[in-house]
């Protein structure tokens, strides 16, 4: 197969370049490196970093999106209330001979072409049958494989002097948002909608890490919580987006075994409920544009639907957006889930604070309200310390959900306590309600940057007459201008130097090269995806004009300096064109 | 003390303001809150940002300083090569009775009087005779204190899914640069000397942590490693900063129980051999202006010269620069320390990797060499496995330094292993030398982000009528414009939407509020420190002009809309004054 064959070398090919050039390699080399960590060099840091603030100025300065920083290492509880503690874990199998550790439904996929859904499906019972009836062994020694048990893929630590006080590092920022929504939402003046943007390191502890950094144990996690009204759920900002057209993989066809895409507009794919959530579908059409801005065509994107069983715990529906990636195939990129009250509802109980907020009605209604009233003398036995606790949790639960559930199942849990008939009255009043109160629901675009940057160098690499470009969008190349003296002679050093200074003053990313022949540094700029070059020649000395070349096609304008700082500005801003730059020049 | 009570007060303002209006909180207080812990709301990141920002400014857009970007959780290796599994400790007491647990330097610091210099000083045993002869008892229940003893602050969990390997998260970013020191090299072309900066998460885990942002168990570290020749220390812009005056508190007044503070020139300075190195003398000169930059005033910054035993493991020197705060003292906010071959020789020793750099004599010289063979019959019996280890170790290593330490000691260590005399041949030969390896040498400053934006509200907030103003530089202002119909009808909204959109596209963080009097909108502006009001009133809708309005003035002028992008970019850039504006107004 000649297309994996070149594939391969692509990504063997960027992973040198990003080596040699400073990108990006393995951490911690000189110590034989550890999987699953990457470093960026001064390249790659600065591609990241403009990656970065690309999606902050669409989310956070043009849509008025708020960001917060929270802290890696979390306490315990919240995973609790998450869910991550009880959910958040991969199956395992070691070698009983060498002891090496597996991904069990990796070893599925890979030596008994079991699809991903169905290896995900499975339950430990499942795996350890289908692992002995494929007769799989140990990929390193050959060795016989023990049963398959749950690993948590948390890293977990303490947190201060007391062994007690577990902590984890988060394996998303998205808690971060959650646990502090009562500020959030202060903040906001108590409007709905609005989102919460996160951009920082998270933490997966992964079996067996490969892939480089499109799967690295510490990463940077771009999540991005929308809350809004359940019963007001549509988006205002929709007719911006509505006739633009997804490329979706559905949950029906990958059932059907069919890899059929559905391209439809958003408008379309709200109407046939492909997609359950307006918002959804709206940061759906933002990523499809981030992706298209970092180079993807669209024909290499599309967004797939998670069958249930692939959902995360806490979502109604789920797409991930994937990009088409020469070696690895279709891999994701950014996930959208649609994790309606989950989070806040479990904080709500696991916290015992009130997460609803307050809505009025349109006009007053007369109902009929039920009340739970605990009946302390039969908590206190029961619940001791914790009875006022338990008190305070049925106060702030909806009465309805303890009512149905300890009518159908006898009893109602409250984080972990367990509510019985006896301990409560239930009683029902009329009342006259002015408005109600609600737990918001959420949608969820959640992007990895490494991932990002990986697609921003597979997408930007080139060759042209045999030399490697990398053609990088203008906005997020590390390094925007190349200043170079034609010869490092006659003062044009000092010419050149000059204005590689008054640039930097402006704010602009310049590099300046004196070594070896202009071709040559020309060459070496290409190769890390500088947009232009400004060349200082010994016309520059008698009437102050320079060339400047283009990356990507090689052609040559020459403009004077003194225009240099707002024609780059609105260059590199999109607004006007390289050959707006200066008239044609051949150099 | 009258000073001391209102500085408690400004202290608890500015955290109750930062809580209101969502600079920053202590992270999960819905889960009671963990100390040491803060979550940065949409105001506070954004100010975290732009002193970041400012910084990368200057180092690595200005100094040509790389950037790189390396994980927080790194394996046990580099630590045991740097020395911070061995020296990054802190004593504990705990009492005996309720179980907490303090440290016990700061409780001889409160409860008894001991200085921090000499409480620092002390070994367990005379921690433990300082609190039996003080009779210090647990702050928290009166009871009787245990015997000190060392805790690691460093936070420690297990990298994959092997017990064995342990990782830890990092106390500071510098490690993630020095073991990357060859790939830097590499990356200046092997040039000296260089600079290579951090910004990321780092984490201490503090016994018992208290001050806010001032000290976390998680917080952002700017670590700047400088790597030059030791034999040609010479700072080539010194001359850019040789006249500024430094406020230095030196060892030797301390030493003398002085707060004497010796005001010099960097250049006089260095002359004294105050600074010993004229690197380290120049990053103090960068900080001084940073934190003048960030509205410090110079006599409430010094430099503080640590005692031999105050100071870090690796440094030969350190200075911490300090600020005054009102409520605590003199703070320190950055560190200076000359840390010397000590990192890159630890992870030469630890990782057999050669770090160091070739430099070619500027005319050969014949010289005696002294080699150090290993005699392999001996180290093989001894050593085993790692006999070919430790004869690459060997070889790596300066042979002076192994031939002086066998005839002084008897031995000489390699990492963990003891090198006796009868294990090596010494011998000297005849050679012509054209060049020369050694280690570089390198100065760190080191400052934390966290503080900086402590410091920056601190020194911002000031009263005026009555009303709080935050007078960030405007350079750092997390919101640069408001934009404010003047009253919320007769199209004046749409007009102001219409400019705060326009203002948005050209890249400026802009509000927009039309709630409540503009008088209310104002003060609310002041408050988080927005530096430009922009009104849009009657006049507007017939001229196009409006009134643009000063924060820290409350004066006025009235410009053309069309003007304002490049009057702004220049105003926010400090090419321009307020009064450049437009023309005076009278609102």
Not at 352 to 360: A, L, N, S, T, W
């Amino acid at each position: 197969m000649p297309e994996e064959k070149k594939a391969a070398d692509k990504f063997t090919t960027i992973d040198e370049l990003a080596r040699r050039r400073g990108f990006f390699w393995q951490s911690n080399e000189i110590y034989g490196g550890v999987a699953g960590f990457a470093t960026y060099g001064s390249l790659g840091a600065k591609l990241k970093q403009n990656i970065e603030r690309k999606l902050r100025e669409l989310f956070v300065n043009k849509l008025g999106i708020l960001e917060i920083e929270s802290p890696v290492i979390t306490p315990s509880k919240v995973f609790e209330a998450s869910g991550h503690i009880d959910h958040f874990k991969e199956p395992m199998v070691e070698c009983l001979n060498c002891k090496k550790r597996f991904r069990a439904d990796h070893l599925l996929q890979e030596h008994a072409k079991i699809g991903e859904s169905e290896s995900e499906r499975m339950n430990l019972k499942e795996l350890n049958e289908a692992i002995e009836r494929h007769i799989i062994k140990c990929p390193e020694c050959g060795g016989t494989l023990g049963k398959p048990k749950l690993f948590s893929t948390m890293f977990k630590t303490t947190i201060g002097p007391y062994a007690g006080a577990v902590g984890y590092g988060r394996p998303e920022a998205a808690q971060g948002i959650f646990v502090e929504f009562r500020r959030l939402y202060e903040m906001t003046r108590e409007k709905l909608p609005f989102g919460v943007l996160q951009v920082g390191h998270a933490l997966r502890n992964e079996i067996s890490p490969r892939q480089g950094l499109i799967r690295l144990r510490e990463f940077t996690i771009i999540d991005l919580e929308f809350f809004f009204d359940p019963e007001e759920p549509n988006c205002f900002l929709l007719k911006d987006v509505e006739k633009e057209k997804l490329r979706l993989f559905l949950a029906e066809s990958k059932l059907r075994g069919s890899e059929e895409i559905t391209e439809v507009t958003i408008k379309k794919a709200l109407k046939k409920g492909y997609i359950k959530a307006e918002w959804q579908a709206f940061f759906m059409a933002c990523f499809q544009k981030v992706l298209a801005d970092l180079g993807v065509p669209a024909e290499k994107q599309r967004f797939i639907e998670k069958l249930p069983w692939e959902r995360a715990h806490y979502s109604l529906q789920s797409f991930d957006q994937q990009f088409y990636d020469e070696r690895w195939g279709w891999t994701e990129v950014s996930g959208h889930a649609y994790r309606t009250d989950y989070d806040l509802k479990r904080h709500m109980e696991f916290s015992g604070q009130d997460m609803r907020v307050y809505k009025e009605c349109e006009e007053p209604v007369e109902k009929e309200q039920l009340i739970i009233k605990p009946i302390m003398a039969k908590l206190g036995p029961i619940f001791k310390r914790d009875a006022a606790a338990v008190a305070e949790m049925l106060s702030k639960t909806d009465p309805k959900e303890i009512e149905t559930s300890l009518k159908k199942k006898g009893h109602h849990m409250l984080g972990k306590f367990k509510i019985l008939p006896e301990h409560v009255e239930i009683e029902r009043q009329k009342v006259v309600e002015r408005g109600s109160r609600f737990i918001p629901h959420v949608v969820e675009p959640s992007v990895g940057s490494d991932r990002l940057v990986y697609v921003a160098l597979e997408y930007a690499y080139h060759v042209k007459e045999g030399r490697v470009l990398l053609s990088f969008p203008r906005d997020i190349a590390p390094v925007q201008i190349g200043v170079y003296p034609l010869v490092s002679k006659d003062g044009l050093p000092e010419k050149a130097l000059k204005l590689h200074k008054r640039l930097l003053d402006e704010g602009f990313m310049v590099d300046y090269d004196e070594a070896g022949s202009i071709g040559r540094r020309y060459a070496r700029a290409d190769e890390i995806g500088i947009p232009l070059g400004i060349t200082v020649d010994y016309d520059t000395l008698k009437d102050d004009t320079v060339t400047i070349r283009d990356r990507d096609t090689w052609e040559q304008v020459r403009s004077p300096i003194a225009a240099l700082p707002e024609l780059l500005r609105r260059y590199f801003r999109w607004k006007i064109n390289f050959k707006d730059l200066g008239k044609p020049f051949k150099g």
